[in-house]
């Protein structure tokens, strides 16, 4: 059974970092693109970072442009854990966050989510 489960959220104030961690189970995790996203109240569940397994060892990394070179997505396939590392974080970036799996055959698994809320 595949389960992702997500921690590292809370609250902090604008200009500040919170790392968010997914840990894995049921499937092996290196083989699988992983990804976050986020959804803030009221509005669709946006993409935010990617790593997608490319073959061997070798992972692409992807942005979506508001959190490019604030944000930070990076893999321990030993723990199998994602992390997320935000920094210079803003009001906007509130949300609740998603971890996702996305299988080689095109299946996808979601976490519960895990708040980051950003004060101004």
């Known amino acids: 059974q595949v389960q992702l489960v997500e921690s590292g959220g809370g609250f902090v104030q604008a200009g500040g970092s919170l790392r968010l961690s997914c840990t894995a189970s049921g499937f092996t995790h290196s083989m699988y693109d992983m990804a976050w996203f986020r959804q803030a109240p009221g509005k669709e569940r946006d993409f935010v970072a990617l790593s997608s397994w490319i073959g061997e060892k070798t992972y692409y990394t992807a942005y979506a442009p508001s959190v490019k070179g604030r944000f930070t997505i990076s893999r321990d396939n030993d723990r199998k854990t994602v992390y997320l590392q935000m920094n210079n974080l803003k009001p906007e970036d509130t949300a609740v966050y998603y971890c996702?799996?996305?299988?080689?055959?095109?299946?996808?698994?979601w976490g519960q989510g895990t708040q980051v809320t950003v004060s101004s």
């Open positions: 996702n799996a996305q299988s080689p055959a095109g299946t996808d698994y």
